[in-house]
């Protein structure tokens, strides 16, 4: 294997909580399904402004509730955010004002409006719009600064554990790579019945130098304390997992396309790795397409998608396409 | 007034002439928000995606979901988005039911951008196949009511609930049909209700909805204040589920109730029916408009927005200060019992003829403010089969 | 009849808490037809618009009536003009 080059670097901004980002978004958070239209109405056509939804926030159980604002929270904090504006109708389960005390109790940049308190959507839009004026105005003085991998974190879904061995080793190695880069790593494994994906250890087993065999157990939607290699809990679900990686912070996520369609997520660029013969349909869409029997350089090329991606837009993010899921552990009431 | 004017479909009658755009899988949401742009039809979103692990019940419960979805009469033609050739099975579920629909199938039209533009082209063939749809005359009992409430208070079991109970005995003596949803919002009325059932398997089905929901939240061992009631709820006065669904209950009015069906089922007959759904407000929404139902009054105490992509959504604030200060989101203020200048007969009367204009064509402020909540409810009794097959 | 809106509405005579229609300060007299007599609390603390007030003493572990139904099970003995709510009112249901 070739030693790595001088190390890539990329364009960054200090935000007021220390976090490092490589994106300037305003996110725009409705803390229920109820108040997703304001929310999306607010954001649109405000410069850098991503509004996410969701169905959730209403009619949750005690667990399930809080982990709704957990992944909330992490979202509204997330280092590629420059500001939040949290959007409340005000008589949910998961109370936007309290959302919002969190993600400012963190050190994030962050506004509130509430629709009933507002008196009704109209206004309560006006008053995001200004809200997220001023969050633009706040976040002009953010640092620029010079990040390299040893100040990101990397999300990686899980369905690669699954596929044949010429493909996975490729995933392995950009593993290996991203880690001695100095790079934080996440990975997302599904568990079954019995336990996580018992796949994710033979092929931490398999793979050559670095190995993640230590790694240390997340859960969903947690974000680690510290740097290294950590392995999540998620759900099966693609999108799902997408929003655990992200709301425990992950700068980027490598999605590698197995089955189903490209998604994109709100707050971190998603570099999909499109896994043959399934995702030949989208040698167009995706960043890296992976022959069945991939070529020499395949994980070098993963590697520089991820590192363009944090320099740039993605196609993705350019069609302001993105997909949410929050895993759920109980049933709505 | 026995005849208002609706549109013809072979599958009943409609109140709107939409042409929708519906994903089958949370991943095509985006080739379906490109498909729409621009363009007069509706899309909506929501976040399902299959997985290996789904329960039969579950993906049953979310296929008749999205094909009750797409094939309600108010929806003149469908478009569905799908990720694999799987998927169209739906498709011909959806014909089957009488309604034009049409399919892309992203992995097949080569890609997103092929698939946006196949899209737009069968798009453009519902648009024009839904432009010749004029409204006929149809009987008033053609109508299937959704009644829901959210957001509510102390004064929801008071005011807004009863007049939009009587606003439903009015329709159910019409010949129509008036749905009553929301199990969990029944949980300490049941025996109320059960007394008015048709037959004593209606009444045992009544019980059966709600006993399952009860067992389900005492399988999570969590308690279920703040998420219904939820604190909204409790802020505006009410203290326990009984004391909230004595008030719920309400909407149905005073009828027999003739059938309980499951989420997302169309009822056999017309009648007051039970629908099994979660109090989700979305959730519900959702299953009674798959379930057929064209048109429904919302009544709210603490005010919410919301509404649906395909069906016009009357909301009723249950006092004068909710109805005041969110005017751009309520249509009627069942307040005014309060006052005085109604009464409970007068307001039911209002409702009625809100009704009976809105399905002809009247829009409502949620139709205006574009809302187009979508969420699917997912069979929630993972955690008693888990229990009985373990015996 | 009277041209002051009532303060309280009284939904069925077997009623152990009438809803306030006006927010009622501390020390507010309350009058209410309940049954064929006329009942007289005084509200204790601060009673918002749409919230409950006693016009019967409830005692510890026994049921709580609106709409001439049990909405749920004092917790603690239940004065009147208490409010009545969360604090001192559990479901009796779900559980």
């Known amino acids: 294997m070739r030693p790595i080059e001088a190390p890539p670097t990329f364009q960054g901004w200090k935000r007021p909580s220390g976090a490092l980002g490589i994106r300037r978004h305003f996110l725009v958070i409705p803390s229920v399904v109820c108040a997703a239209q304001a929310a999306r109405t607010a954001a649109e056509g405000a410069p850098g402004a991503v509004a996410i939804e969701h169905q959730h926030g209403c009619a949750q159980l005690g667990g399930d509730a809080h982990l709704t ?49 507002s008196g009704g959507t109209i206004a309560a839009i006006a008053a995001g719009r200004q809200a997220l004026e001023r969050l633009r105005n706040g976040a002009a003085s953010d640092l620029e600064v010079t990040l390299t991998w040893a100040d990101l974190r990397v999300g990686i879904e899980a369905a690669w554990l699954g596929i044949p061995p010429a493909q996975a080793r490729v995933f392995s190695e950009v593993i290996d790579r991203l880690l001695r880069a100095g790079a934080t790593v996440m990975q997302a494994v599904s568990a079954g019945r019995d336990g996580p994906d018992p796949r994710w250890q033979q092929s931490a087993r398999g793979s050559a130098g670095v190995v993640p065999r ?120 | 007034m026995d005849e208002i004017l ?174 009553l949803a929301e199990t969990t919002e029944l949980i300490g009325a049941e025996h109320l209700l059960a007394r008015r059932a048709a037959s004593p398997q209606v009444a045992e089905e009544i019980y059966t909805i709600i006993h399952r929901y009860e067992a389900v939240v005492r ?133 009625y003829e809100a009704i009976l204009a809105v399905a002809q064509g009247e829009t409502t402020k949620a139709e205006r403010l574009g809302h187009r909540e979508f969420s699917i409810s997912r069979y929630p009794f993972a955690v008693l089969d888990a229990a009985a097959a373990a015996g | 009849m009277s041209a002051a809106r009532p303060a309280v509405l009284l939904l069925d005579a077997r009623d152990t808490a009438a809803i306030a229609l006006t927010p009622l300060q501390p020390g507010t007299p309350v009058e209410v037809r309940r049954g064929g007599e006329t009942v007289r609390v005084v509200a204790e603390t601060l009673i918002p618009f749409g919230h409950k007030i006693a016009v019967a003493a409830v005692a510890a572990g026994a049921p709580v009536i609106k709409y001439g139904e049990v909405i749920g099970v004092a917790t603690a003995e239940i004065r009147p003009g208490q409010h009545v709510h969360v604090h001192n009112v559990r479901s009796d249901r779900a559980r």
């Open chain 1, 69 to 117: 604002e957990q992944v909330l929270a992490g979202l509204g904090t997330h280092p590629n955010v420059a500001g939040t504006l949290v959007v409340s109708l005000g008589c949910e389960t998961v109370q936007g004002a309290a959302l919002h005390r969190s993600i400012a109790g963190r050190g994030q940049r962050a506004e509130f409006v509430g629709i009933q308190q």
């Open chain 2, 6 to 179: 609706l549109y013809r479909r072979d599958r009943g009658w409609g109140t709107r002439n939409h042409v929708l755009v519906l994903p089958l899988v949370a991943s095509a949401s985006g080739v379906a928000r490109a498909i729409a742009r621009g363009t007069e039809a509706i899309w909506v979103g929501h976040d399902y995606e299959p997985t290996p692990e789904d329960l039969p019940q579950n993906r049953e419960r979310i296929a008749r979901t999205l094909a009750g979805f797409a094939a309600n009469p108010n929806v003149a033609g469908a478009l569905l988005i799908a990720d694999t050739p799987e998927r169209s099975a739906l498709l011909d579920r959806i014909r089957a039911a009488g309604q034009r629909a049409d399919l892309v199938v992203v992995t097949e039209a080569g890609g997103f951008r092929a698939a946006v533009e196949q899209g737009r082209e069968r798009l453009t063939a519902l648009l024009s196949g839904a432009a010749a749809a004029r409204r006929e005359r149809a009987p008033v009992g053609a109508l299937v009511l959704g009644t829901e409430c959210g957001g509510s208070d102390a004064l929801s079991g008071i005011t807004a609930n009863p007049a939009l109970g009587a606003a439903s005995d009015h329709l159910v003596d019409a010949g129509g049909t008036v749905m």
């Open chain 1, 214 to 333: 230590d790694a240390t157990a997340l859960p969903y939607a947690m974000p680690p304390a510290g740097r290294g290699a950590f392995f999540m809990e998620a759900p099966r679900s693609r999108i799902a997992q997408k929003t655990g990686l992200a709301a425990a912070g992950a700068h980027i996520i490598l999605s590698p396309l197995v089955e189903g369609l490209p998604a994109g997520c709100p707050v971190a660029p998603v570099v999909h790795v499109g896994i043959a013969p399934h995702a030949r349909p989208f040698a167009g869409d995706v960043d890296v397409m992976l022959d069945e029997l991939p070529s020499a350089g395949a994980a070098e090329a993963v590697v520089a998608a991820l590192g363009r991606a944090c320099l740039e837009e993605t196609a993705l993010e350019a069609l302001g396409d993105f997909e949410m899921a929050i895993h759920r552990i109980a049933p709505t009431m």
């Open chain 2, 219 to 351: 399988a999570h061992g969590e308690d279920i204040r703040g998420a219904n009631p939820a604190p909204g709820n409790i802020e505006g006065g009410l203290t326990t589920i009984e004391e909230k669904s004595l008030g719920a209950a309400k909407k149905g009015g005073t009828r027999t109730i003739r059938q309980v069906v499951e989420y997302a089922v169309r009822p056999a007959a017309p009648g007051l029916v039970i629908m099994d759904t979660p109090g989700h407000d979305i959730e519900q929404m959702v299953g009674m408009v798959a379930g057929g139902a064209q048109v429904a009054v919302f009544t709210t105490g603490r005010g919410t927005p919301t509404g649906s992509a395909i069906a016009p959504v009357i909301k009723v604030a249950t006092n004068s200060h909710t109805a005041s200060r969110m005017q751009d989101n309520i249509d009627l203020n069942a307040g005014l019992i309060l006052e005085g200048t109604e009464t409970l007969e007068t307001m039911g009367r209002r409702i």
